[in-house]
């Protein structure tokens, strides 16, 4: 059976394995790294006669490639599709070798979010086709969008000077256009003890009970969050993820720690999530006890405008193709939180459920690909 172009790239694109390390050693360095599947996008860009460059350094490169458009009065935009992929533990496909069943890919990144760039690429070779695109377009392929937003920066620092009109990330939305999103702050405390024999623990200062404590004033600020939601997204939220501590069962610990993700809503950032935790320590009686040790954002939050231009045309776009154009808010960070923040205004879309992104059998159904494809041909082509 013959199958679609983007198909095609999305079997050839899911078998170049680019995990992201996420900072981890124990992952076979044959599958780490984005700078195979980038080297791909560059070859297949030349054969549509579209000089690429890659960005960055060593296993980690992102790609970029300007298209022009035919008008001198054209918009700008920039189409980002992050080009690494969560880690494989545990999953029950093998997951690059992608495999159809039933109008579904499966295989990792397929949904998040190789997919979009599947699309992307699809289109752009159909309008180049038939002549010029009605945009001047902006492709971009990042690294490293689920851990440290290396690659993102990469691109911002590349992109400063030529002032694209607005952008579009493509993540799983389901092809719903999201306009707002939450940020992300990791952040991490630490507690000081006094160790002393575990059979007189009287005459020490036990750090792990003191982290309970810290662990108790996290649970509290979730709740003091809760009161001031936003319109669109809800409540900023706070969790505790990992914790740590201790020397041996029989010491009492003189250190202990908890790192938890902190979800912050539009007019948030690690400073004002910093203030708030620093003053919950206090609060909690643990100031001098506990120190707020890390606090850095991974993604800023999104908050464009319905009546910003580059979401009017997405909207126009989503239409033209008989989708729902009505824009929308989601949980999960994107790199259109640091373009925005750049000056770029963002949306988000893409084909994929983000309930099948990062699963152990991680798929994407073949029609929303082909609506994606689709929204990119009337995006781009005249
Ligand atoms: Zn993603």
């Not at 092809?175 to 000081?192: E, F, N, P, Q, S």
């Not at 919950?280 to 120190?291: F, K, S």
């Amino acid at each position: 059976m013959s199958r679609s172009a983007a198909t095609e790239n999305l079997r050839d694109y899911v078998a170049i394995p680019s995990v992201n390390p996420m900072g981890r050693e124990d992952i076979d360095g044959a599958i780490t790294g984005e700078t195979r599947y980038a080297e791909h996008l560059k070859g297949q860009l030349g054969q549509l006669g579209v000089d690429a460059e890659l960005l960055g350094a060593g296993e980690r490169k992102s790609v970029v490639a300007h298209v022009q458009a035919s008008g001198s009065d054209a918009d700008t935009v920039v189409v980002a599709s992050h080009l690494d992929t969560v880690p494989v533990d545990g999953m029950t496909i093998d997951p690059f070798a992608p495999r159809i069943e039933r109008e579904r890919l499966y295989g990792r990144g397929s949904c998040d979010t190789k997919g979009g760039m599947a699309a992307l690429v699809a289109a752009l070779s159909r309008v180049l086709e038939r002549g010029k695109l009605r945009r001047n377009l902006i492709l971009v392929g990042e690294s490293d969008e689920e851990a440290g937003s290396l690659g993102i920066q990469d691109v911002i620092a590349h992109l400063a000077g030529r002032r694209p009109n607005w952008a579009i990330a493509t993540e799983p939305t389901g092809m719903r256009l999201v306009t707002h999103h939450k940020g992300c702050v990791t952040a991490r405390i630490d507690a000081r003890g006094r160790s002393v024999h575990g059979s007189d623990p009287d005459a020490g200062d036990n750090a792990i009970e003191t982290m309970a404590l810290a662990v108790l004033a996290v649970r509290q600020e979730n709740e003091r969050l809760r009161a001031h939601p936003d319109q669109r997204l809800g409540p900023a939220t706070i969790s505790v993820g990992l914790a740590g501590g201790g020397k041996g069962v029989n010491v009492v610990p003189d250190q202990a720690w908890l790192s938890a993700d902190r979800r912050t809503i539009p007019g948030e950032d690690e400073g004002s999530v910093r203030a708030q935790l620093e003053r919950a320590l206090v609060e909690a009686g643990l100031a001098g006890r506990t120190e707020l040790t890390e606090c850095y954002c991974n993604k800023d939050p999104l908050s464009t405008p319905d009546d910003d231009p580059g979401v009017m045309r997405a909207r126009q776009a989503l239409r033209d193709v008989g989708l729902d154009d009505s824009p929308t808010g989601v949980a999960f960070g994107t790199d259109a939180g640091p373009l925005s923040l750049a000056g770029i205004p963002s949306v988000v879309l893409g084909p994929g459920h983000i309930a099948q992104a990062h699963t152990k059998d991680e798929w994407i159904e073949l029609g929303q690909l082909e609506e994606m494809t689709e929204f990119f041909v009337r995006l781009l082509g005249r």
